[in-house]
């Protein structure tokens, strides 16, 4: 891979000393908050893809939900207005394939998730290019625990009647109304005040978000229930995509992968140690019984596999990827 983008950026730096190329400059809009995982990864894929460009190419970051939040961003690469973004649970609205993702405890660990990404990812680059996108880099945006405001959640009927906020996504919604929560999907931006004034009782998101967001200063219980591991991709469409010079397609594809690797550890490092952070904070952390949550999903996979087309096979693909043998 170094080799790769050596040669790339050689390429590029031929083509700033000959004049051939005015600089591109691309923008990444992303929904993470400052310091937040989704910060760091679309700060390390530019820094990637800037450095190996040799000044040909410059991607610029706005994070924060600046330049939209995650529906917005889908409509604005299609737009050529913003040239990546970083969706994660959003992408089953995209499409259904994407929606495997959001079956409970689908996804073992990143080793688990790198093979699935490596083997399975012409499926859904497939799906996204059907629908004008392609993925240029498999990312993540993590485990997901429950943080609320009403009781500790040890076992899905702890959840009963809790104004629960989800992303955008049908099977997250679903899988919570099977658990017996109240689920409204939200945009990311506005959960804060949600949870601040009590609209939503709680929510449920990777570590990294949490600590982020800083929904530690108004949730009272964190639960560990790691219920759902949500990838993340380095999105651009098809049309931007297509337009970019070969020598710029060739820096972003290595840099999406490059990032991956970066990501992953990054990520296992944060989560130990953001728990114990919003523990410190005051917040109450309990471990929950993911055995009850498991022996509460089998009703969501039933339906994803009967009512998506390829559903069943999807899903055996993916856990035929549990073992790395």
Known sequence: MKTTMLLAATAFAALVASGAQAQTVLKFGHVGEPSSLFETTANEFARCVNEA?????????????????????????????????????IMSSVSDTF?????????????????????????????????????????????RNITNNVRPINVPADLEGIKLRTPRGE??????????????????????????TGVMDGQENPMAQIWSAKFQEVQEYLSLTGHVYTPGYLLTSTGQYESWPEDVRSVVDECGASTQDWVYETAAALDADLVAKVEAAGVTVNEADKQAFIDASGAIYEEFASTVEGGQELIDGIQALASGS
């Open 171 to 196: 099977w997250r919604v679903k899988m919570f109304e099977a658990y017996g929560a109240n689920p409204s999907p939200m945009a990311f931006s506005e959960v804060f005040q949600a949870l601040q």
């Open 99 to 143: 929606g495997v993702f959001e079956m409970p405890y689908i996804i073992k660990d990143r080793d688990h998730m790198r093979r699935a990404s490596e083997q399975m990812g012409e499926v859904f680059q497939g799906a996204a290019q059907e629908n004008g996108y392609h993925v240029v880099g498999w990312v993540e945006n993590g485990f």
């Open 53 to 89: 460009g040799g000044g040909a190419v410059e991607v610029q970051v706005f994070g924060s939900s600046q330049l939209g939040n995650d529906q917005e961003l889908l409509q604005k690469l299609k737009l050529d207005q913003v040239q990546f973004s970083l969706p994660s649970s």
